[in-house]
């Protein structure tokens, strides 16, 4: 599933434990991870795949980083 799609089919309280399961927050996710301003380090990576539980692979996460339209 596409990172963005993913989290924004989020009901906003899993949004926030979402984020605190990856190691960050949901207004840094919203503001620079989702419409791709930022790429984060591997291992916040790594903590987004982990936390969507077997939603988004590590190879969507580095598409939507790398490899869609901004």
């Known amino acids: 599933m596409k990172f963005k799609v993913f989290f ?3 009901p906003k309280p899993e949004q926030v434990a979402y984020a605190a399961r990856a190691g ?3 207004s840094y ?3 620079h991870l989702i419409p791709g ?6 291992k916040l990576i790594e903590g ?4 969507s539980r077997g939603m988004v692979t590590y190879q969507e996460i580095i598409e939507h980083f790398y490899f869609t339209e901004k």
């Open 37 to 42: 301003r930022k790429v984060p380090r591997r």
């Open 29 to 31: 996710l919203r503001n």
């Open 48 to 51: 987004l795949v982990k936390a």
């Open 8 to 10: 924004n089919a989020l």
């Open 24 to 26: 960050t927050t949901v």
